[in-house]
Nanobody
Framework: QVQLVESGGGLVQAGGSLRLSCAAS????????MGWFRQAPGKEREFVAA????????TSADSMKGRFTISRDNAKNTVYLQMNSLKPEDTAIYYC???????????????????WGQGTQVTVSS
């Protein structure tokens, strides 16, 4: 089993920044591809960013490129999402997820991630 706990969400004004953290416990963290997703009220959960198990490769959704950066510290069993230039439409619950199948190359769908955190709320005011 993999346990994931997100933190760092909150209320921020448009144009501001937040850094989300996701602490993992359980099996070897450095074997997992990690991802961030978000879900706004009334909408489906959408992909935000992913990082490879060793941290050398990342990808993000087009609407977030240049604003959001995913990173990880395997020594701390933690993955981060740095969010800059936040917009009101970024308001959502943000979830981190773990993919334990290393055959996937930067997975970007919810079905590829069997383990999820409880989510952290991010609210961006205009």
């Amino acid at each position: 089993q993999v346990q994931l706990v997100e933190s760092g969400g909150g209320l921020v004004q448009a144009g501001g920044s937040l850094r989300l953290s996701c602490a993992a416990s359980g099996r070897a963290f450095n074997n997992y591809n990690m991802g961030w997703f978000r879900q706004a009220p009334g909408k489906e959960r959408e992909f935000v960013a992913a990082i490879s198990w060793a941290g050398g490769r990342t990808t993000s959704a087009d609407s977030m490129k240049g604003r959001f950066t995913i990173s990880r510290d395997n020594a701390k069993n933690t993955v981060y999402l740095q969010m800059n230039s936040l917009k009101p439409e970024d308001t959502a619950i943000y979830y981190c997820a773990a993919c334990t199948d290393r055959r996937w190359n930067l997975p970007s769908t919810t079905a590829q991630y069997p383990y999820w955190g409880q989510g952290t709320q991010v609210t961006v005011s205009s």
